[in-house]
């Protein structure tokens, strides 16, 4: 089957690739560092990807999706302007050999995935939400609806939402394992939004490094000193930080000094990393602490195993998870937001509660999910679904503000206050308002919900 464009650039877009099998018509290696921002206007379909090809430094540039790579010159991106920064040309399969044009990647023999699967589950998830500001067509029809219909069509889009994410997480377990897809999750979701790419790369790379025989306190060390080496995140001027943060860093530059020049190849470029507007407590090199915490902590995975077999009381959920993959307790990342803030009066942990929901949700249960899903473990896939959809709602943030504006208006829907109806919202919005415009045409959900009123009318008051 071959797939349209819009198709292939989300396939793009997501990954959805083999990611160490990467090569350009001309036999060269690629890692994508970063597909890119994806462009909705004229122009390259994504702007400021930073790809590299063998072992040559990162470049930065656009990526042109085709469905072909006679396509080039057909749709005259040749003599564009608007296209001279296009370091890659992506296409379905090879067809003519050219000889001017950028590096092409051809993608049908590289997906993580089967086409007609990747076909089913983009139908259960999508980009980015629009930005309209006022209530949608389907406003009406869902307020309409009966109470318990409005809670089971965002319940049921949760649950698509959870089957989305973990046939992600197993078809990435199906090439390099189910504890290295756990950490690729992970470290992507702890660089959100605007570090996502750079953090997944970093996950990436852990099978390349070498392990720490040292105890836990400097394994601890030993991994922060890698992976902020690595992200090119280690302060090297010591001259601008505070005081009390010099021997600090001092102690992870004796560390990275020793394993530097063998990681040299590994190091990322600075131009991954967004830094502008980050709350401190989001900033990329607490986030590697973090994740160095639970790296240095000899079984944490089995600590999670332990916990998704645990009996716990639905009103513990949050406070189990916390006490069973909480950080190891530092000093320094207890009282310093960053490298170059001041101590703090009280300590913060390096995760708290709102954080936690966000990796149980789209990391560890999917995670779960898809392993119990794959053992074909009944028993536990019901255990993974009921947490999924007990687990206490997380902090409101701007997208979820949106999705109620544009669903339900200016008016309330009687849900239930769960992290998983926060889920299904989103999901809600990106299965339909994502398929559409601001004006909602062509969307088919406001046919949907009229037609499960008339299906089932609510009682009369």
């Not at 000093?331 to 937001?337: L, N, Q, S, T």
């Amino acid at each position: 089957m071959s797939p349209n464009e819009r198709l292939i650039q989300r396939i793009w877009l997501e990954q959805r690739l083999r990611r160490n099998a990467l090569r350009t018509f001309d036999g060269r290696t690629i890692t994508i560092l970063h597909p890119g921002i994806w462009n909705r206007e004229s122009g390259p379909d994504f702007r400021q990807a930073i790809i590299q090809f063998n072992d040559e430094p990162p470049v930065t540039g656009d990526v042109e999706v085709d469905l072909c790579q006679r396509s080039w010159h057909e749709h005259g991106h040749d003599v564009d302007p608007a296209y001279r920064k296009v370091i890659l040309h992506v296409v379905w399969e090879p067809d003519e050999p050219s000889v001017s044009g950028p590096p092409t990647l051809a993608l049908r023999d590289v997906l993580d995935t089967p086409i007609n699967e990747l076909i089913e589950q983009f139908a259960n998830s999508a980009g980015n939400l629009p930005p309209p500001v006022q209530a949608g067509a389907c406003s009406d029809p869902l307020h309409h609806l009966a109470p318990v219909q409005g809670v089971e069509l965002v319940t049921q889009a949760a649950r698509r939402r959870l089957n989305a994410k973990a046939k992600t997480m197993q078809a990435r377990a199906r090439h390099v394992g189910w504890e290295q897809a756990l950490w690729e999750g992970l470290f992507a979701a702890l660089g959100y939004k605007h570090n996502v790419w750079p953090m997944r790369r970093l996950a990436e790379l852990l099978p390349a490094l070498p392990t720490t025989g040292s105890s836990s306190d400097t394994a601890f060390l030993t991994w922060q000193s890698r992976l902020l080496g690595i992200a090119g995140l280690l302060p090297a001027d010591f001259s601008r930080l505070p005081p009390d943060t010099r021997a600090y860093v001092r102690r992870l530059w004796d560390e990275w000094w020793r394993e530097q020049a063998a990681l040299a190849p590994y190091i990322l470029p600075p131009s991954l990393w967004h830094m502008h507007g980050l709350r401190p407590a989001n900033q990329p090199a607490r986030r590697l602490a973090l994740a160095a915490s639970w790296l240095s902590t000899p079984g944490w995975i089995n600590q999670l195993d332990g916990w998704i077999a645990e009996e716990i009381p639905d009103r513990k959920l949050l406070e189990s998870l916390c006490a069973c993959i909480s950080a190891q307790p530092d000093e320094f990342w207890a009282r310093h937001w960053t490298f170059r803030s001041k101590r703090s009066a009280k300590p913060h942990p390096l995760i708290g509660a709102p954080r936690l929901t966000d990796l149980a949700m789209n990391v560890l249960l999917p995670w779960f999910w898809s392993r119990a899903e794959a053992g074909r473990n009944r028993a536990l896939r019901e255990l993974i679904e009921h947490r999924y959809f007990a687990w206490p709602a997380g902090e409101d943030n701007a997208v979820l503000r949106l999705v109620r504006q544009r669903l339900m208006g200016d008016e309330k829907l009687q849900l239930p206050h769960t992290a998983a109806i926060q889920q299904g919202l989103i999901q809600l919005a990106r299965d339909y308002c994502d398929q559409s415009n601001v004006l909602c045409e062509e969307c088919e959900l406001p046919d949907l919900l009229r037609a499960m009123g008339k299906a089932n009318p609510p009682l009369a008051s």
